[in-house]
Nanobody, 120 residues
């Protein structure tokens, strides 16, 4: 079974930066899609950014140009660099990965979430 450990959340002033990290541990063949979601209080969880195993990244419009997703396959890690943070970015951020246990067996896993709070 895969475990995901997230870190890097915290409290920051508007205009500041944070870098989230998520590392997968366990026994598996590889990782395909990696992504970050966020959930603000009383709102649905929504996609922020994703990156494929060949490096193609996509972003939701609200963060494009401010956030950068990246991955390090040697460390089974995905990162989210968040710059020019705004109060509306305040949410719990979750990483999610699609893990290959075999060439045909793909399972989705979620991290425990890390709180990001942006003060105005």
């Amino acid at each position: 079974q895969v475990q995901l450990v997230e870190s890097g959340g915290g409290l920051v002033q508007a205009g500041g930066s944070l870098r989230l990290s998520c590392t997968a541990s366990g026994t598996f063949f590889g990782i395909r899609l990696m992504a970050w979601y966020r959930q603000a209080p009383e709102k649905q969880r929504t996609l922020v950014a994703s990156i494929t195993d060949w490096g193609r990244s996509t972003y939701v419009g609200a963060v494009e140009g401010r956030f950068t997703i990246s991955r390090d396959d040697a460390k089974n890690a995905v990162y989210l660099q968040m710059n020019n943070l705004k109060p509306e970015d305040t949410a719990v951020y979750y990483c999610t990965v699609d893990v290959m246990y075999t060439a045909k067996d793909l399972v989705n896993h979620w991290g425990q979430g890390t709180q990001v709070t942006v003060s105005s």
